[in-house]
T-cell receptor, first 115, second 112 residues
Framework: EPEVTQTPSHQVTQMGQEVILRCVPI?????FYWYRQILGQKVEFLVS????????KSEIFDDQFSVERPDGSNFTLKIRSTKLEDSAMYFC?????????????FGSGTRLTVV | AQSVTQPDIHITVSEGASLELRCNYS??????LFWYVQSPGQGLQLLLK??????LVQGIKGFEAEFKRSQSSFNLRKPSVHWSDAAEYFC??????????FGKGTHLIIQP
């Protein structure tokens, strides 16, 4: 079964450093998403991406965050200057259609720890 | 704004017993509803989803859920739980570019 692949699985970074989280969505999917889950809390929507541009973003997704699909296969989330409160599990997801009729698949996540 | 309420933070069930996890939602239109399961340190696995049609939907691992529009509910059920069902369960609503709105989750504990 096709999978959404995220790398790395764990990342530790110092406060103020830039991090890039990488995702390879399912190959024929068109819509891409990033979510965040702070330890012990619910999963929160960050941003959606379609046709090489951001479709929607939540209030969490401030100027410190950016997303990119640099090469037609990878989908990246960049945090420019990490803060302690950015420590969380970050999930990438992709779907074939806007209404997720054919599925909405999550990756296994990247655990980001900011120290 | 859409929202999801999972009123039970923890539920403990004996192995072999039946299970029902509650989910209530608030959504402006016909909702797309999902149940996901998350094992410790793992990602989110889709159990089942409801878009339209039959209000009783079947999912993987023997789970089912029933959409009740009048009660704004989408409760998850399983007739007989197994120890491997111990996990965190998330109900979610939404669709389109806005992404999914998740509930806070219900932690399921299975007693031997």
């Amino acid at each position: 079964e096709p999978e959404v692949t995220q790398t790395p699985s764990h990342q530790v970074t110092q406060m103020g450093q830039e991090v890039i989280l990488r995702c390879v969505p399912i190959s024929n999917h068109l819509y891409f998403y990033w979510y965040r889950q702070i330890l012990g809390q619910k999963v929160e929507f960050l941003v959606s991406f379609y046709n090489n541009e951001i479709s929607e973003k939540s209030e969490i997704f401030d100027d410190q965050f950016s997303v990119e699909r640099p090469d037609g296969s990878n989908f990246t989330l960049k945090i420019r200057s990490t803060k302690l409160e950015d420590s969380a599990m970050y999930f990438c997801a992709s779907s074939l259609d806007r209404d997720h009729t054919y599925g909405y698949t999550f990756g296994s996540g990247t655990r980001l720890t900011v120290v | 704004a859409q929202s999801v309420t999972q009123p039970d933070i923890h539920i403990t069930v004996s192995e072999g017993a039946s299970l029902e996890l509650r989910c209530n939602y608030s959504y402006g239109a016909t909702p797309y509803l999902f149940w996901y399961v998350q094992s410790p340190g793992q990602g989110l696995q889709l159990l089942l989803k409801y878009f339209s049609g039959d209000t009783l939907v079947q999912g993987i691992k023997g789970f089912e859920a029933e959409f009740k529009r009048s009660q704004s509910s989408f409760n998850l059920r399983k007739p007989s739980v197994h120890w491997s069902d111990a996990a965190e369960y998330f109900c979610a609503v939404g669709g389109g570019a806005d992404g999914l709105t998740f509930g806070k989750g219900t932690h399921l504990i299975i007693q031997p």
